[in-house]
């Protein structure tokens, strides 16, 4: 990217000084038509946008949100980021994220904060060493990282872990995925949305999609919103938690589930944290943010529902277990707890694809675990926008896989994957 | 934690039940007289509503029983319960 840096020290030292801090991106307002339009601007929306101006030279690109933009899943989740996934469909679309985001700082000329500190999956039965064991090798087959510590050696690598055999939850062992960390998701959803903008995309916020328009042989002719209608031949939804809402517009029933699924943050305390923790079998998912606090991920809730809450008996769980995990950590506060909705698939793996409405394209279903593929699912759903036909590594993940059986199995021990 | 209203025992702490997902999928009483697409719309597709949905759930820490509730997927507020083979109430 030819332009200097806007976020130097210099540039600090000057804001620092009281210089107000301009724009980062236009707040567009809608037009009449588009090339095309996606409805969603958490990351995956936006760095579709971002790739269909990149790499395919579609500018004419708005994006739509009923809200803010990064105000979904993107801003409310626990940025693991990893691509050990057991199927090979899955490690070569969670690879591919993976390999984007080791560059993508340099890509957006925006510092993203990703930190590959490691993630340890926790092995806590017989069956998840197993299951474990069965993902080390497969991935190490695929050219991939993953490992296996014993209890000792997870404890070396992670300190603050209790790894004593006479608790509830032992650690028998547990994966770990060397290059795989965390990055800061509201500064990915922003460097997508400014280097979108600066090619022409329009970001157009509090914008909610209420219909979806069609001509006589049911292809897409555009969408209405509550800023009246827009038109497009190609709409991309990216809704994450209500794409079966939005989908119903086009009268697609979809094979997917939103469930409330929350997380906490502590009071922030001194680095304790070195690496990502994740124990599927009890559902606590747990890092240290660069502020200190440390980020806990609990569970979904038992129930479909559209309430951005869960119920306090999951995250209390969850900290049962965090606390048994982490003895050192009981004494600390939490500081905040929400929810975000995720749309579940059967298969626990997404869909990125055509649908049965031409010009309609869909890329949901990432459910529990689909920030780590921000950067990868955009780039490949905008190649099968612009091309009208899939992407080969989005190829598996079509959404008639539902019709035809050829389901990508990534439901393993908890059938939850962050 | 949701306050169930299981119709023979009346309300109790979700932590008794089970939830079945959506009511009154009907299984083709002839799986293979039907396409695909219709055994995997039988299999996979759900409403997922935003708003009024009927679903299953069982009794499992109490008598046991299977029935169906209407609730609003918004408020989480259960709207009513009613015994398997009933119709949802309008
Ligand atoms: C608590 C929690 C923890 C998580 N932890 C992890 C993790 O550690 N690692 C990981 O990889 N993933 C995790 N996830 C999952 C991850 O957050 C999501 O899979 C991912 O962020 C989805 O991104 P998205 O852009 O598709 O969706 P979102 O960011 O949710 O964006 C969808 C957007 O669509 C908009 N929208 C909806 N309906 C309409 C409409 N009708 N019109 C216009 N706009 C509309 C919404 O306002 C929203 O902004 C977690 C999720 C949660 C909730
Ligand atoms: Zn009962």
């Known amino acids: 990217m030819g332009e200097a840096a806007r976020f130097s020290f210099l540039s600090l030292l000057r804001h620092g000084l009281g210089k107000a801090w301009d724009r980062q991106w236009r707040d567009a307002q809608p037009k009449a038509a588009y090339d095309v339009v996606i409805v969603g601007a958490g990351g995956h929306g936006l760095a579709t946008a971002y790739y269909l101006a990149k790499e395919h030279g579609i500018r004419d690109v708005a994006v739509l949100d009923k809200g803010w933009l990064g105000g979904g899943n993107t801003g409310r989740n626990t940025t693991i980021i990893r691509s050990n996934y057991l199927q090979p469909e899955s490690a070569a679309l969670y690879e591919h994220a993976l390999k984007l985001w080791e560059g993508l700082a340099q890509e957006l000329n925006y510092n993203v904060m990703y930190s590959p500190r490691g993630v340890l999956m926790l092995a806590h039965t017989r069956h998840d060493v197993q299951v474990f064991k069965r993902h080390v090798h497969a991935n190490r087959l695929h050219g991939i990282d993953n490992e296996w510590l014993t209890s000792a050696q997870a404890k070396a690598f992670c300190p603050p ?3 004593s055999q006479g608790v509830r939850y032992p650690v028998l062992g547990a994966a770990l995925q060397r290059r795989g960390g965390v990055a800061r998701h509201d500064a990915v959803a922003w460097g997508y949305a400014r280097a979108a903008s600066a090619m022409g995309v329009d970001i157009i916020q509090n914008c909610a999609v209420t219909g979806i328009a069609r001509d006589a042989v ?18 991309g939804v990216a809704t994450a938690g209500h794409t079966s ?25 001194k680095p304790v944290m070195p690496c990502v923790v994740m124990s599927n079998t009890v559902h606590a998912y747990i890092s240290q943010s660069d502020k200190g606090e440390l980020v806990i991920g609990a569970g979904t809730d038992a129930y479909t529902s559209y309430s951005q809450a869960g119920g306090l008996h999951i995250s209390r769980e969850t900290l049962e277990a965090v606390c048994e995990l982490f003895p050192s950590f009981r004494r600390l506060r939490m500081l905040r707890n929400w929810g975000g909705i995720v749309d579940t698939t059967p298969d626990r793996s997404p869909i990125v694809g055509l649908t049965p409405v031409p010009g309609l394209f869909v890329n949901c279903g990432w459910g529990t675990g689909g920030f780590k593929a921000t950067p990868g699912s955009g780039h490949v759903f905008a190649a099968t926008i612009a091309r009208g036909e899939p992407h080969s590594i989005a190829a598996p993940f079509s959404l008639d896989r539902f019709v035809t059986g050829r389901l990508i199995d990534e439901a393993a021990a908890a059938a939850v994957a962050h | 934690m949701l306050l169930i209203p299981c119709p023979w025992c009346g309300p109790r702490p979700e932590s008794e039940f089970r939830y079945g997902g959506q009511a009154h999928v009907v299984r083709p009483p002839d799986p293979s007289a039907v396409d695909d697409a219709a055994w995997g719309a039988y299999l996979y597709l759900r409403d997922n509503p935003k708003g009024r949905h009927a679903e299953r759930w069982r009794h499992l820490h109490g008598c046991g029983r299977f029935f169906n509730c209407v609730r609003d997927t918004v408020s989480d507020r259960i709207v009513a319960s009613y015994k398997p083979g009933e119709a949802p109430p309008s």
Not at chain 1, 224 to 232: N, Q, V
Not at chain 1, 245 to 269: C, D, I, T, Y
């Open chain 1, 161 to 163: 872990l209790d790894v």
């Open chain 1, 218 to 235: 049911g292809a897409v002719t555009g969408v209405e919103t509550t800023r009246g209608p827009i038109a497009a031949r190609r709409v």
């Open chain 1, 245 to 269: 809402v939005v989908m119903a517009m086009a009268g697609v029933r979809m094979p997917l589930e939103s469930f409330p699924l929350q997380a906490l943050v502590s009071e922030p305390v």
